[in-house]
C-alpha cells in the first residue's frame, strides 16, 4: 500500500498570504469605492528590457528553423551563458569562479529548494529570523527539521538566527554548529545589507567548523553603497566553504522568463571514505538526472543582460524601483517610523508603530490608508512587530501611499 | 562538518551516452573521410511549427509592454493552459480530468524525477526493464533503491518487471506487491504499445493492491493503432490509483523550449492516522514551496498546440517522424531482422543479429554502415541483445542508413 511523504504533511498551511488575501477581499467588499495600493508584492511590474525583448525574438525565430534549431540545451546551462556570468559576475569583480562551476536553472526558487538534496538527510541547517521560508520548508519536506510548534512558529531541529535592530539584521554566530547556513545579502525581508568584513567573519567561521555556507545574492543588483559584497566569493576562502545564488528575476524583471543561476567552486570538497567528492559533481548529476536545462530562447534573453546594452537598460531599470524604495524610505522616515533597508534592496522593513504586532499594524495600515503590505511575523518569530514594503510598484503607486501613511 | 548524500555515491557512472561518444570519436578520427548517421539520438529535429513560433512571438510582444506584463506565473500553470489540456487531450477522450487536476511544470524529466518525492520514503517501486533510467535513479538519490550490483546492473530493492518479445514487451505483474509502479506506453526504449485491456489489467491491479502507477504518457502522439489507450484515464478506475505524465517534447518539439504536464486527479488519496489524504495536495505544495512556473510565454506556445492551426501542423510534425520509423521498421524486417516497436512510437527496438551483445552490435553497426544507434543493454539488463534506432533523424538520412544497413 502506497504512502504519502509524511514529512509533507508536518508543514503548516501557507497562511501568510492567503490570509492577507482573505483580509483584503473583506476590506473591498465593505468598501468598494476605496481603491487599495499594493506594497505587499514580491513580484516585478516593469516590462522586460528592449535589449531581452530582442534577443527573445531572435532566439524565436532561430527555432523556426531547422537549420538554426535548439533542441535539448546542455544539463548544465549553454557555455554562452555560463561565460557571461562568471566573466561579469565574478570574474570582473576579482572572484575566482570558472564558467564551469556556474550551473543555469529556471529560478533561484527552485535551486533554493533543491540544494539541500545533495547533502546528507541528517543536515543540521542554520538559518535567519525572519527568512524567506522556501529554505525551511524544503528542508522540513526532506525530513530535517524536526516537529513544528505552532504557538511559537518554530521547527525543534533548525537553529534559527535573530536578525533584528539590536545586531543591525546581521545574525550573530549559532552557539550550536550548523552543517547548513542559509544567508541572503540583500536579505528579503529586512532589506538589510552585510558588510564585506562581516560576511568575511561568516566564511572563516564556516570553514573553521566544516560548515557549507548557501548564499542567495538575489538582490545584488540593488547594492548602492560602498563595502557591500556584491558576491560571497569576494571574501577569502569563500570557495571552500560557498554555494551561491543568482537570480534574474529582480535585477531583469524575470520572475515571468524564469532564469538563474548557482555557483559551486570545485573547492568544496569533503572526504568521503578516503576518497574526496566534490558537491559540484553532485549538484551536476542532479541536474542531469532531474533536469533537462533552461530553455534556449530564455538563456539567449539571459546573455543579453550581459551586453553594453542590456546593461544599462537593467540599470534604468532598477534605478526606477530604487527610487521609489528611496522615496517610500524617506516619507516613512519623515512620519515617524523606525525604517530599515531601502538602501541596497527594493524591501523596506519598518518597526510597527506602538508596539503594534504585525497583523494589528497590517490591519490597521489596510483600515486606515487601503495600502496592503506583508506582516513581518510570516517570515519567523523575530519578525513580529516589523513590516514589509516593497518597491517593485509604480512611483505614483508609491507616492500615493506614502502620502496616505503620511495622513494616519 | 556538513556532508554529501550519499545515496548519490551509489549512482554508477552514465557510462552510455559518453562511451558511445568516445566511440564515435574514435571512430571519426579513424575514418575521416566517412560520414557518421545518427540514429541514436532522441532529440527532435524539426524546428517549432509556425502556429507555435506566433504564439511565442506575440507573448514576448506582450512580455515588453507594462499594461500586458506577466510576472510570477501562478505555480500550477495558467488556467488558459490546464484548461487547454484537460479539454482536449483527456475529456475528448472521454476521461474524467478537471482542469484543477493538470499541472503544468518545465519538463516531464523534472516531473518524472520528482513525483517520488510525495511518497514515503520507504515506499518499494517497480519498473519495467528496459528503462527510461530517470524513475530509477531519482529513487536512488532518494534512497528507496538498496544497492547496486554492477555486474547485473540491477539495484538490490527494486522490482524489475522484464519486457522482452516473450511477452510482448508490456509487463506481467510483479510477484513481490510494490507501492509504485513505473509504466511507459508508447514505450522509451522498446517503442511497444499496451493495449486498453492489458492497461486496464493494471489498473485494476494497482486497485487491488493499494500501488500508484505513474503512467509515462510522453509519447501518446505516436500512437496510430486503434484500441491502444492515448491516457490511463481511459481506464476504469484509473482516477483512484494513477498519476499521467504528459510532454510538449515529442509531439510538439518543445524538447529546447520546456513544457510538461502531469495529471493528479483528487481521488487519488490516502488515510494517515484518520484523514484522507489527496495526493494532488502535496503535489500541489510541491509546486508551490520548490518551483516559480514555467514561462508565460511558453505556456502560451503549449496553448497554441490546442488551436486547429497548431492540431494539424503538429500532426504533420508526428507524420513526418512515423515516416521514418516505418521506413526503418520495413526496411530491417526486410534485411531479415526481428523488429519491434515504430507502429506507434517513434523507437525502433531491433534484436540483434546472430545473438551479438547490444554493445557488439554497436560497434558492427558503427565500423560497417556507420550508423549509430543504442545498446539496449544500456536500458536495462533485459535490453541486452536488442538495439535502440530513433526515427528523429531527417528522412534523407534515415533512408540512407537503412541503405548501408541493408548492404552489410
Redesign the interface.
Known amino acids: 500500500?502506497?504512502?504519502?511523504?509524511?514529512d509533507?504533511?508536518k508543514?503548516p498551511g501557507?497562511y501568510l498570504f492567503s490570509t492577507i488575501g482573505k483580509k483584503v477581499n473583506a476590506y473591498t467588499e465593505a468598501n468598494p469605492d476605496k481603491k487599495i495600493i499594493r506594497l505587499g508584492i514580491g513580484?516585478?511590474?516593469?516590462?522586460?528590457c528592449?535589449a531581452v525583448?530582442k534577443a527573445?525574438?531572435e532566439a524565436?525565430?532561430e527555432?523556426?528553423?531547422?537549420d538554426s534549431?535548439?533542441?535539448?540545451?546542455p544539463d548544465l546551462g549553454y557555455e554562452f551563458l555560463r561565460h557571461a556570468m562568471a566573466e561579469n559576475d565574478f570574474r570582473a569583480r576579482g572572484c575566482d569562479i570558472a564558467d564551469d562551476e556556474v550551473f543555469i536553472s529556471?529560478?533561484a526558487?527552485?535551486d533554493s529548494?533543491?540544494i539541500q538534496?545533495?547533502?546528507?538527510?541528517?543536515?543540521k541547517i542554520a538559518v535567519c529570523d525572519p527568512v524567506y521560508?522556501?529554505y525551511v520548508?524544503?528542508n522540513v519536506?526532506a525530513?530535517r527539521c524536526g516537529e513544528y510548534d505552532a504557538n511559537s512558529g518554530v521547527w525543534s531541529n533548525v537553529i534559527y538566527m535573530p536578525c533584528t535592530s539590536e545586531n543591525g539584521f546581521a545574525p550573530d554566530y549559532p552557539t550550536e554548529t550548523p552543517?547548513?547556513i542559509y544567508l541572503c545579502f540583500p536579505n528579503n525581508p529586512t532589506g538589510a545589507a552585510i558588510t564585506k568584513d562581516r560576511l568575511q567573519g561568516w566564511v572563516d567561521y564556516a570553514n573553521k567548523?566544516?560548515?557549507?555556507i548557501i548564499f542567495d545574492a538575489a538582490y545584488e543588483a540593488y547594492i548602492s553603497e560602498e563595502d557591500i559584497p556584491h558576491s560571497i566569493f569576494e571574501c577569502e576562502g569563500a570557495r571552500t566553504c560557498a554555494i551561491e545564488l543568482r537570480s534574474f528575476s529582480k535585477n531583469a524583471?524575470f520572475?515571468?522568463?524564469?532564469l538563474a543561476a548557482t555557483v559551486i567552486p570545485h573547492d568544496l570538497k569533503?572526504k568521503?571514505e578516503g576518497t574526496e567528492?566534490e558537491?559540484h559533481s553532485?549538484w551536476a548529476?542532479?541536474h542531469?538526472?532531474?533536469?533537462?536545462?533552461?530553455?534556449?530562447?530564455?538563456q539567449k534573453a539571459g546573455a543579453a543582460c550581459y551586453t553594453d546594452e542590456g546593461k544599462a537598460q537593467l540599470k534604468e531599470m532598477v534605478a526606477t524601483y530604487m527610487k521609489n524604495a528611496h522615496f517610500i524610505y524617506d516619507g516613512l522616515s519623515e512620519a515617524g517610523y523606525e525604517v530599515y533597508g531601502g538602501k541596497n534592496s527594493p524591501y523596506v522593513w519598518l518597526k510597527t508603530p506602538n508596539n503594534m504586532t504585525s497583523w494589528e499594524y497590517f490591519d490597521y495600515l489596510l483600515e486606515k490608508a487601503g495600502v496592503v503590505g506583508t506582516p513581518g511575523s510570516g517570515f519567523g518569530p523575530s519578525g513580529e512587530h516589523y513590516f514589509r514594503l516593497t518597491a517593485f510598484g509604480s512611483y505614483q503607486n508609491s507616492v500615493e501611499a506614502i502620502d496616505r501613511i503620511k495622513k494616519i
Open positions: 500500500m502506497y504512502r504519502p511523504n509524511e509533507y504533511l508543514l501557507s513580484d516585478v511590474t516593469q516590462p522586460l528592449p525583448i527573445l525574438h524565436v525565430d527555432q523556426a528553423s531547422a534549431f535548439r533542441g535539448y540545451a529556471d529560478g526558487k527552485s529548494a533543491n538534496e545533495i547533502f546528507a538527510r541528517n543536515s521560508p522556501v520548508d524544503s519536506m525530513g552543517d547548513i567548523v566544516g560548515a557549507v524583471g520572475t515571468g522568463l524564469r569533503v568521503v567528492i558537491m553532485l548529476r542532479r542531469g538526472t532531474k533536469y533537462n536545462g533552461a530553455p534556449y530562447i530564455v
